[in-house]
């Protein structure tokens, strides 16, 4: 029989929904996540030999996998990467026995990856007495998805589940790695509303958006699109493709800034306008809406709410609305009557 340690350490990170800043966090520009209730808690009890035996509310059957094993698609292999990652660190030594309980809905785009892995880093933390900051947690994240996952995601996912807390949200330079925590003002609310379609960042549509803007990069000679001036670009001799993937970064990276100064100053209905500028830039410059999704943002600004947009990754997923606190109920009740593929997943608000 391997040897199981009987110690168990806990680990636990929120999803997140963006509030703006789409694609940015790959381009230099900023990004505006807030982190949700619901989330992922992890007990991990480390192993003497390189076994990786996972159970998680989620699935009937347990997954029992091997450190040296690759990714295989599979519902574990965040596990796996992320006890890699953990040896690497110097936290762990051989495997770990994982217990998942999670609340979130796996493929909304709420970063349940980024949260499991986060969380079991946080409990490796513990069992190897580390000292790695949450920052340095997020790196290692991020390292797990790109290297070991195959995503060529972002960093914004990992550090607001790694930093962030629920009821607030946070602004993050992607280029310098420097937050802040915004708390949101009294009396609103985002509603984040599954659209009904699910999405995988592995489905090969983010990562074509990725090499689109590393085309763009390209021409350019710079890793930041989003800090390029937008007369360059228009008056750029360059495929419409990337000219339009640079302009949504570009503009995206300033109407996430602005957001920042309105959400500070409790200016709800400009946050508002600059949600729903940025779905229109999500739709007709990154071409990463359907037209299910901008039926239901559609529907959320007519009902009423001060702004509305796809948020994360693209191709699916949820929604994010901004409403006022008394308008909260009747808005959500129009909008599910009126979409019946849609549902309510999480809010964030101040109260
Ligand atoms: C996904 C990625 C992030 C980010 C968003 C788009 O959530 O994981 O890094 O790029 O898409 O903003």
Same mark, same amino acid.
């Given at each position: 029989?391997?040897?199981?340690?009987?110690?168990?350490?806990?680990?636990?990170?929120?999803?997140?929904?963006?509030?703006?800043?789409?694609?940015?966090?790959?381009?230099?520009?900023?990004?505006?996540?807030?982190?949700?209730?619901?989330?992922?808690?992890?007990?991990?009890?480390?192993?003497?030999?390189?076994?990786?035996?996972?159970?998680?509310?989620?699935?009937?059957?347990?997954?029992?996998?091997?450190?040296?094993?690759?990714?295989?698609?599979?519902?574990?292999?965040?596990?796996?990467?992320?006890?890699?990652?953990?040896?690497?660190?110097?936290?762990?030594?051989?495997?770990?026995?994982?217990?998942?309980?999670?609340?979130?809905?796996?493929?909304?785009?709420?970063?349940?990856?980024?949260?499991?892995?986060?969380?079991?880093?946080?409990?490796?933390?513990?069992?190897?007495?580390?000292?790695?900051?949450?920052?340095?947690?997020?790196?290692?994240?991020?390292?797990?998805?790109?290297?070991?996952?195959?995503?060529?995601?972002?960093?914004?996912?990992?550090?607001?589940?790694?930093?962030?807390?629920?009821?607030?949200?946070?602004?993050?330079?992607?280029?310098?790695?420097?937050?802040?925590?915004?708390?949101?003002?009294?009396?609103?609310?985002?509603?984040?509303?599954?659209?009904?379609?699910?999405?995988?960042?592995?489905?090969?549509?983010?990562?074509?958006?990725?090499?689109?803007?590393?085309?763009?990069?390209?021409?350019?000679?710079?890793?930041?699109?989003?800090?390029?001036?937008?007369?360059?670009?228009?008056?750029?001799?360059?495929?419409?493709?990337?000219?339009?993937?640079?302009?949504? =970064?570009?503009?995206?990276? &300033? !109407?996430?800034?602005?957001?920042?100064?309105? #959400?500070?100053?409790?200016?709800? +209905? $400009? /946050?508002?306008?600059?949600?729903?500028?940025?779905?229109?830039?999500?739709?007709?410059?990154?071409?990463?809406?359907?037209?299910?999704?901008?039926?239901?943002?559609?529907?959320?600004?007519?009902?009423?709410?001060?702004?509305?947009?796809?948020?994360?990754?693209?191709?699916?997923?949820?929604?994010?609305? =901004?409403?006022?606190?008394? &308008? !909260?109920?009747?808005?959500?009740?129009?909008? #599910?009557?009126?979409?019946?593929? +849609? $549902? /309510?997943?999480?809010?964030?608000?101040?109260?």
């Amino acid at each position: 029989m391997p040897e199981t340690f009987t110690a168990t350490y806990l680990g636990h990170a929120p999803g997140r929904v963006n509030l703006i800043g789409e694609h940015t966090d790959y381009n230099g520009g900023m990004v505006l996540p807030a982190a949700l209730s619901i989330g992922i808690e992890v007990s991990l009890s480390p192993r003497s030999d390189s076994m990786v035996a996972v159970t998680s509310n989620n699935y009937d059957a347990p997954a029992v996998r091997d450190l040296a094993d690759d990714a295989v698609g599979e519902w574990s292999d965040p596990c796996v990467g992320a006890l890699r990652e953990a040896n690497a660190l110097g936290l762990l030594q051989g495997g770990a026995s994982i217990d998942i309980r999670s609340t979130m809905p796996e493929g909304s785009g709420l970063s349940s990856s980024a949260a499991l892995i986060v969380a079991i880093l946080k409990a490796a933390r513990e069992a190897g007495g580390g000292t790695q900051n949450d920052v340095e947690l997020a790196v290692a994240a991020r390292r797990v998805e790109n290297h070991y996952m195959g995503v060529p995601c972002g960093i914004m996912d990992q550090m607001a589940v790694a930093l962030a807390t629920p009821g607030t949200a946070m602004a993050l330079d992607t280029k310098s790695l420097d937050w802040t925590i915004a708390s949101l003002p009294a009396g609103y609310a985002m509603l984040v509303v599954h659209s009904g379609l699910t999405r995988k960042l592995t489905d090969g549509r983010y990562g074509a958006r990725k090499a689109e803007c590393d085309a763009a990069k390209r021409y350019f000679g710079t890793e930041d699109l989003c800090l390029l001036d937008r007369a360059q670009v228009e008056g750029a001799d360059l495929d419409d493709i990337p000219k339009r993937r640079a302009l949504h =970064c570009l503009t995206e990276h &300033r !109407r996430t800034v602005e957001a920042v100064d309105a #959400l500070e100053a409790g200016a709800m +209905a $400009r /946050f508002g306008e600059l949600m729903n500028e940025s779905h229109a830039s999500m739709r007709d410059l990154f071409d990463m809406s359907l037209p299910e999704i901008d039926a239901l943002v559609a529907s959320a600004q007519e009902l009423g709410a001060l702004g509305a947009r796809l948020t994360g990754g693209g191709f699916g997923g949820c929604i994010v609305v =901004c409403v006022q606190a008394e &308008r !909260r109920e009747a808005l959500l009740e129009q909008l #599910l009557a009126r979409h019946s593929g +849609a $549902r /309510f997943v999480d809010a964030v608000s101040a109260d």
